[in-house]
């Protein structure tokens, strides 16, 4: 059989794999290795043995790695359609709603909105479902909820069903759990699990009791671990003209009136997890004596706590009820984690269609499956905390960073170091390798400076003298530039106060490097007052906050792509989590410094364009439409997708304006009858013409306007 497979699914794991015979057949007559990967160590062997030029051997390599870039993508996004169409249910997993893809939280049976998978899955179920296919999304920051928790100085927390967890509790918060004793007796009957076959057995047993319970004139809440059965039940009730109601994710807006409803004489209510927690179910006087709510749970859940929240909606202060659950073999919980036994035993017993097993030990048995579900998910929970605490402690080095560039009391010193790290690291690497020529070349690139030591000096002096020396050289000419930019933005920002026309309170003021400009926020009046300082201030808390946020969005990126790569290492017998935490940490040092580097090159580079009191505008706090920002872990793009999108920006990018932070005009109001000229950017004809007439032809991008008169 395994012989005539396309591909493996394997539902324990949530994978799948593709046979040979699926890559055959997906690859068609045109390439046979279309979806095979190349051997990288054998094919670079292979080019090195040609003898070849070294630019013709970098040619083929880069070629080689390219190749091997574009099936890896290949191959992933085949594994994870195949995924999206076999291993993710609708009605199940998500829903659809308004031709958009909403991810259902198995826990709560909740819409979680703004969810997305990650790695191109959840792109794989729209296509599968034919709607519109959603852009990439970016991690501007993540944190667990362990981690999150952890920050409070004091935790505690009360919940119904604490005690199946207690392990996990002391484990990762040092937290004991204490069981207290019900306000009043439990009067609900809690009876031993019905083991079916089939399902289909066990659905008509379902409907059969409820139409039974009804007709005692109790109330009954059906238990449905998902939507799609959720529905299949309210069909057959409605055949069997049982009147219900149903709350599930895609009803959720009329919770509040079912659940009202829902403790009244023969009301049957079919819901998924979502009236499992925290409903509070009134009953009548009449229903109390008619033996209270009935329970009727259709599967058990990988949780034994939804378990215990479902059974816990009767019998609340000492009411009477009654709770059961119907169990299947062909349930997930049974078919992957429950034992044989279960299943052999009922052949032993050589039970018919219809007839069904009800004894603690098979309960026991079922409880035993979910224990094991429940253990291998504390394992995720607590591998995945041992990978985020190394990004905690990045985190905490990052997030302090950009407290001292927004509060500016420490920020002077920050520099200070920002400066000395990135002259030590130029001295070390450039007296490592003996290349004077470099080391002068990198201080002219990062300091605008000449070597403040001569190459014989270079030559004899230590790493940390020359660094020393670099430091004391590089921060004297800061500070006098520094003091210098300070004067010549003076006149400037003395002119826009002094002008009565003027009533701005915060302006921007446009710096640049030569190769890029930033927009710097200030106040006004403090500026004027200090002489033009709180303007050099706010440059340099600007430009480093502006700095650590974009290399920190990468660095994030990084990290979640290093996650996934380090899972091979089990292939070498090595633990994955210390691999990733010394390439992390490799990461993060070379992140430093390149956010150093940035910063110091831009703050010493950074200069008024001009003393044109025109660029400097009044800054505006725009009422932004709603910016789209999450505040869940959505999906982040790996490298080759990113490369893709950058390739779509750069073809869109002159069409499309960003959303920024404040309106800066860049140009005085130009006048609709004011003569201007503009030049064509084709030919390279200028002509002067009144603006409303140029404004059409500057719209469609043919001329651009180069001079006012």
């Known amino acids: 059989v395994d012989a005539e497979l396309l591909f493996v699914i394997d539902e324990k794991n949530n994978q799948i794999e593709l046979t040979d015979k699926g890559i055959e057949h997906i690859s068609g007559d045109q390439d046979n290795n279309f979806f095979i990967m190349p051997d990288i160590g054998s ?33 992933h996004t085949m594994s994870q359609l195949l995924k999206a169409y076999t291993l993710f249910e609708k009605d199940v997993e998500y829903v659809v709603i308004d031709n958009k893809v909403m991810i259902v939280d198995e826990q709560t049976g909740r819409i979680m909105d703004g969810r997305r998978y990650s790695d191109g899955l959840h792109q794989a179920i729209e296509a599968k479902e034919n709607v519109k296919i959603e852009a990439m999304t970016q991690t501007f920051a993540t944190v667990t909820l362990q981690n999150y928790f952890r920050m409070y100085n004091k935790l505690a927390g009360m919940t119904g069903t604490a005690v ?19 306000n009043r007796p439990i009067a609900r ?32 809440l059906i238990g449905t671990t998902s939507v799609e059965i959720s529905e299949l039940l309210s069909r057959t009730l409605s055949i069997r003209k049982i009147e219900h109601n149903v709350l599930n994710a895609k009803l959720h807006k009329k919770e509040a009136d079912i659940v009202a409803e829902a403790g009244n004489p023969g009301v049957v209510t079919i819901a998924t997890n979502m009236a499992g927690r925290g409903t509070d179910i009134k009953l009548t006087e009449e229903v109390k004596k008619a033996g209270g709510l009935a329970i009727i749970g259709t599967e058990r859940h990988d949780s034994r706590r939804v378990d215990r929240q479902l059974r816990g909606r009767s019998g609340r202060q000492g009411d009477p009820g009654s709770s059961q659950f119907y169990v299947s073999l062909e349930d997930n919980l ?35 499956a979910q224990k094991k579900v429940e253990e291998n998910n504390f394992g995720i929970r607590k591998r995945l905390l041992e990978y985020d605490d190394v990004m905690n402690a990045q985190r905490e080095v990052v997030y302090k960073r950009r407290r001292h560039a927004l509060e500016g009391d420490r920020l002077q010193l920050d520099i200070a170091n920002m400066v000395y790290d990135t002259c030590e690291l130029i001295a070390e690497t450039n007296k490592g390798a003996n290349d004077f020529k470099n080391f002068e070349f990198e201080l002219i690139k990062y300091f605008s400076i000449t070597a403040p030591v001569s190459e014989e000096a270079f030559t004899k002096l230590s790493f940390q003298e020359i660094a020393g020396e670099t430091y004391e050289a590089a921060y004297s000419y800061y500070q006098s530039k520094m003091e ?109 410094e390149k956010v150093n580097k940035e910063v110091v090159s831009f703050l010493f580079k950074g200069e008024l364009p001009s003393s044109d009191t025109s660029e400097i505008q009044e800054a505006r706090t725009v009422r932004r439409k709603r910016e789209n920002l999450k505040t869940t872990k959505e999906e982040i793009p790996n490298s080759d997708e990113l490369a893709a999108q950058n390739r779509a920006a750069g073809q869109t990018q002159g069409r499309r304006p960003q959303v920024t932070e404040t309106i800066v005009r860049e140009k005085p109001k130009i006048g609709r009858n004011e003569r201007v000229t503009i030049k064509n950017v084709l030919s390279g004809e200028s002509k002067t013409i009144k603006y409303k007439q140029a404004e059409p032809l500057i719209d469609k991008g043919e001329w651009v306007l180069i001079d006012q008169e």
Not at 59 to 74: I, P, Q, T
Not at 509 to 525: R, S, W, Y
Request: glycine fraction near 4%.
């Open 334 to 368: 049974m078919r992957l984690f429950g034992s044989d036994r279960v299943a052999k035993m009922m052949d032993r017993m050589g039970l018919k269609e219809g007839e069904v097993i009800q004894h603690s030990m098979m309960t026991k048995s079922i409880e035993r």
């Open 484 to 592: 210098r930019s300070a004067a010549t933005a003076f006149p400037v920002i003395k002119q826009v106060y002094e002008d009565n026309s003027n009533k701005f309170e915060r302006i921007v003021v446009p710096f640049t490097d030569g190769i890029k400009t930033l927009n710097v926020v200030t106040d006004l009046q403090a500026a004027y007052e200090s002489e033009g300082k709180q303007l050099v201030t706010d440059f340099e808390k600007n430009i480093t906050l502006a700095i650590i946020d974009d290399a920190w969005k990468t660095h994030l990126r990084k990290m979640d792509e290093l996650k996934q790569s380090v899972q091979l290492a089990v292939h070498e017998q090595k633990d994955p989590l210390l691999i990733y935490k010394f390439e992390a940490f490799e990461l993060f040092k070379s992140m430093i």
């Open 164 to 182: 199946t967890e207690a392990g996990e509790f002391w484990e990762i918060y040092k937290l004991d759990v204490m069981e207290i004793p019900t």
């Open 189 to 220: 009957d809690d009876r031993n699990d019905l083991i079916y076959k089939t399902k289909r057995e066990k659905y008509n047993s379902i409907i059969e009791e409820v139409a039974q319970l009804s007709q005692q004139g109790r109330p009954i």
């Open 43 to 75: 094919e670079i062997a292979k080019i090195e043995n040609q003898n070849l030029e070294i630019e013709q051997e970098a040619e083929l390599k880069e070629e080689l790695f390219k190749d091997f870039s574009v099936k890896s993508e290949r191959i």
